[in-house]
């Protein structure tokens, strides 16, 4: 890694790639994330009904998600929109997981939440809102669940990962980042999908990193262009909401795609996955060869 990296990110020396440490992964029930599978998490943007939690599940399972995602508890840009069912939509995502068996990713947003939320969730998502709330985060690193770090819409990759330190430091290694699009000037779409974050942060990072298309967005029609630039940038995964229904969503049906939408995005993104596969095996080989694990003739043809 260039020296003027680790200078840039000196404060948060346990987060950088080091000889030690190439790749953390992150298990969460069977799955490995930053391992060789990319994963796909999926769901509402909130919890609203039984019907509407677990239709998604079983849909997006089918269609390759590993992960359901979905809000329980809703930061909301207006105060006057819905905060999410807490408890009850708790208890809908762990019923959607023993129905679907996919994991689960859902938002803690107050410090005094996190054990309860924990006792349901597989993962922690920390909010954009809320990447530089140390309690909260310290809360989160305490509980021992994996924490899914987004980025703050204002922060710059080296906030992001100040954030991270303090996780790290807290006694929990499991970090995945998050890049959901940052504001600038730009006002057409709802934020900037910063994919050359990903590529940094893949390339400073042996944390997870993953690409949150939806909230980047702000409009579905971007979404599967978005996550086919996320495979390339070498993310590890996507967090994508869906929804049934998407206009009748009780937030973010703007950006969440219908069943079909999601369909679609993962088809489109097979031949960028199959790159991807490629990519790894030839940096799994150029690997071997410097660390003279490289296989002897006879064995690779036996
Ligand atoms: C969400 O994932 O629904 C959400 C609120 O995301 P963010 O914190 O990125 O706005
Ligand atoms: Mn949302």
């Keep these: 890694m260039r020296g003027t990296w680790h200078e840039r990110f000196a404060e948060s020396p346990d987060t950088l790639k080091s000889a030690r440490s190439e790749q953390t992964i992150v298990p969460v029930l069977d799955l490995q994330i930053g391992g060789a599978e990319f994963i796909t998490m999926a769901g509402p943007c909130s919890v609203e009904t039984e019907f509407q939690l677990l239709a998604t599940a079983n849909h997006v399972r089918r269609a390759g998600a590993r992960i359901l995602r979905g809000g329980a508890f809703k930061p909301r840009s207006s105060p006057y929109s819905f905060q999410g069912h807490g408890l009850a939509g708790l208890k809908m995502l762990a019923r959607a997981r023993s129905e679907s068996g996919l994991a689960i990713v859902t938002e803690v947003t107050s410090e005094t939440d996190v054990p309860l939320v924990a006792?349901?969730?597989?993962?922690?998502?920390?909010?954009?809102?809320?990447?530089?709330?140390?309690?909260?985060?310290?809360?989160?690193?305490?509980?021992?669940?994996?924490?899914?770090?987004?980025r703050g819409m204002c922060?710059?990759?080296?906030?992001?990962?100040?954030?991270a330190q303090l996780i790290l430091d807290h006694g929990n290694p499991h970090v995945i980042l998050?890049?959901?699009?940052?504001?600038?000037f730009e006002t057409s779409m709802r934020n900037t999908f910063d994919a050359a974050a990903i590529a940094l942060l893949k390339q400073v990072s042996h944390l997870p990193v993953i690409a949150d298309p939806s909230h980047a967005a702000g409009h579905r029609e971007l979404v599967?262009?978005?996550a086919r630039i996320a495979v390339a940038s070498a993310a590890d995964g996507l967090l994508v909401e869906v929804h049934p229904n998407p206009d009748k969503a009780w937030s973010d049906g703007e950006q969440s795609l219908d069943f079909a939408g999601f369909d679609a995005m993962m088809r489109g993104l097979e031949p960028w996955l199959e790159v991807r596969a490629l990519e790894l095996e030839r940096r799994g080989l150029e690997l071997d060869r410097r660390e003279g694990r490289g296989l002897h003739p006879m064995e690779a043809v036996g």
């Design 155 to 163: 922060a710059t990759v080296a906030d992001l990962l100040r954030s």
């Design 224 to 226: 599967p262009a978005l």
């Design 178 to 184: 998050c890049e959901r699009g940052i504001r600038t």
């Design 119 to 150: 006792e349901y969730a597989d993962i922690l998502q920390i909010g954009t809102r809320n990447m530089e709330n140390d309690s909260l985060l310290k809360a989160a690193a305490r509980s021992g669940r994996p924490v899914l770090l987004k």
